[in-house]
């Protein structure tokens, strides 16, 4: 499969990493960025051709993958407009719609068909990513098919039941290694308050979150039964999880997951008005 990504940054250079690493030749991948430094890098990285904008061999593709930033969508996609010829289209952006990136690659008042709207996460890099995808009605089942091969090099997949249900995902796993990250970093200065040295504390919090992580995967128990094993009564996890109530952990978590689909859907509305 032949395969252009439309921008070079830190999602595309996940993904292309994870293909290319489990076995999705490098000469069939293409990638269109404006940055010279970008394209430097990614051709010695990862062996794949680079150019600043569409040209011919960049167009010779069976699928486009969509990987600027939202708010770079539009202008980008100004170049693409009228010069598709049923490549399947998947863009990566958060909160933008089908509909609108169709309409900004139609020709003559003629929106785009052939659209997947995905959400994958940064652990693509190593394998471990997990993404959602939803296809527009006119995307055949060859083409969907298209899409879940390529997303599944990189990790698992769910399909959503409508495009909805992609801001969700974008909330839950799109952003959501960003939460686990903080997450390690808050364990790791806890680590650190101890006295542990700043290698040894990352290494404590990293191998719990991993293990945890891990543990939860390969166990049929859901992770409450597994979190109440761990919390002896009147012990030590009973403490921290009664203090983490206190501070309301639990709901500001939902409530931060909350506010990045509301962010996804207000970046879809404000973005699709142009
Ligand atoms: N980062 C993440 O964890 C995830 C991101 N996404 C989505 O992926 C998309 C990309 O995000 P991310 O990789 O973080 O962003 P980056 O800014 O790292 O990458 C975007 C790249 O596209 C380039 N670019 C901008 N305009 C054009 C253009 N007209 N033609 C060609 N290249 C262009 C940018 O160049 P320059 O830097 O010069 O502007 C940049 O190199 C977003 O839509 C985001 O919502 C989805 C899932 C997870
Ligand atoms: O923060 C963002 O908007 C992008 C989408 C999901 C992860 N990063």
């Excluded at 169709?102 to 940064?122: D, E, F, H, K």
């Amino acid at each position: 499969m032949k395969i252009t990504f439309l921008g070079g940054g830190n999602m595309a250079a996940a993904l292309i990493g994870g293909m290319v690493e489990r076995g999705f030749a490098a000469a069939g991948l293409q990638v269109v960025d404006l940055g010279a430094e970008t394209r430097q890098r990614l051709a010695a990285r990862f062996g794949v051709r680079t150019v600043e904008s569409f040209d011919d061999a960049a167009l010779a593709c069976d699928a486009i993958v969509l990987a600027v930033k939202p708010q770079q969508m539009r202008a980008a996609l100004a170049q693409l407009a009228g010069r598709l010829s049923g490549q399947l289209v998947i863009s990566i952006a958060a909160g933008l719609r089908i509909a609108d990136i169709a309409r900004w690659l139609g020709a003559g008042g003629a929106p785009y068909a052939r659209i997947v709207r995905c959400m994958p996460n940064t652990p693509a890099l190593i394998g471990a990513g997990v993404t959602g995808l939803y296809a527009d009605p006119s995307v055949d089942a060859a083409g969907r098919e298209a899409a879940a091969r390529i997303l599944s090099a990189v990790g698992s997949v769910v399909w959503g039941a409508d495009e909805a249900a992609i801001d969700g995902v974008t909330a839950v796993s799109g952003s959501g290694p960003a939460y686990v990250f903080h997450f390690i970093e808050a364990l790791e200065a806890a680590g650190r308050s101890f006295g542990f040295d700043e290698q040894t504390a990352r290494r404590l919090a990293l191998d719990t979150v991993t293990g945890a992580a891990r543990l939860a995967a390969a166990s049929d128990e859901p992770p409450g039964v597994l979190r109440e094993r761990v919390t002896s009564k009147g012990g030590t996890t009973e403490a921290a999880l009664a203090s983490l109530a206190a501070a309301g952990w639990h709901d500001a978590l939902v409530a931060a997951v909350q506010a990045a689909a509301a962010r996804g859907r207000e970046l879809g509305e404000q973005l699709g008005k142009d």
